[in-house]
Nanobody, 118 residues
Framework: VQLQASGGGLVQAGGSLRLSCAASGFRFSTSDMGWYRQAPGKQRELVARIRSGDITDYADSVKGRFTISRDNAKNTVNLQMNSLKPEDTAIYYC?????????????WGQGTQVTVSS
């Protein structure tokens, strides 16, 4: 499994960024994919998830501002982030989510830094 995230950067509050994750080494079209983030001193948290049937879940803090999408032809999952806030500053990770009877397990990409200035 390989997950390569890109698109992070520095943006002013109110701005937009688009993250992309290129996936390989597994059957992407039938896999659940997620974007997570981890801010300094905080636990990693789910930002958005898209399941194999394009069912999406979002953290309450990003609903209405972020949109997750996938392109099964290109094996990519994207996160469009609008109306960014300083509290969105974090390292963002792309993840392959695998559901087991005992719970979720993950494969992680390398992370991309998103910094939102006030």
């Amino acid at each position: 499994v390989q997950l390569q995230a890109s698109g992070g950067g520095l943006v002013q509050a109110g701005g937009s960024l688009r993250l992309s994750c290129a996936a390989s080494g597994f059957r992407f079209s039938t896999s659940d994919m997620g974007w997570y983030r981890q801010a300094p001193g905080k636990q990693r948290e789910l930002v958005a998830r898209i399941r194999s049937g394009d069912i999406t879940d979002y953290a309450d803090s990003v609903k209405g501002r972020f949109t997750i999408s996938r392109d099964n032809a290109k094996n990519t999952v994207n996160l469009q982030m609008n109306s960014l806030k300083p509290e969105d500053t974090a390292i963002y990770y792309c993840a392959l989510e695998i559901r087991l009877i005992v719970g979720l397990t993950y494969y992680w990409g390398q992370g991309t830094q998103v910094t939102v200035s006030s």
